[in-house]
């Protein structure tokens, strides 16, 4: 998972700003992955897949011990195949940082509209 970095929204994160670490059984965050809850963990969030050439990749917040945590769920593949997952190489233990959710403001440019 941090090969490829965080996908946070559209915004790559560098490992330096994910700030609180948590690691957790890679069993539990297959679980999690495809959509199952074990016990002591709530989904969240659970995001679309966005395509970045042949891989997809998903945010997955999840709530455990009271906290929010983020897993990115990465595929490789095509609806027309088998679909291969970044997890089945996870370490027996996967760190997922603590969360938060934040209100973000966006600006941008758009037509004026005539009087």
């Known amino acids: 998972m941090e090969a490829l970095g965080e996908i946070l929204g559209p915004l790559l994160i560098s490992l330096e700003e994910k700030g609180s670490l948590m690691k957790f059984r890679k069993e539990d965050l297959r679980e999690l992955e495809y ?13 679309d897949w966005s395509v970045d050439m042949k891989y997809q990749h998903r945010n997955i917040v999840f709530m455990f011990g009271g906290k929010y945590y983020l897993l990115v769920s990465t595929r490789s593949g095509s609806p027309f195949t088998d679909y ?3 997890s089945e190489w996870w370490d027996d233990e996967v760190e997922c940082p603590e969360v938060e959710k934040v209100i973000v403001t966006r600006t941008k440019w758009k037509p004026v509209r005539p009087s």
Request: aromatic share 12%; charged share 40%.
């Open 35 to 47: 959509g199952d809850e074990p016990e002591g963990f709530s989904i969240v969030e659970d995001g």
């Open 84 to 86: 291969t997952y970044e």
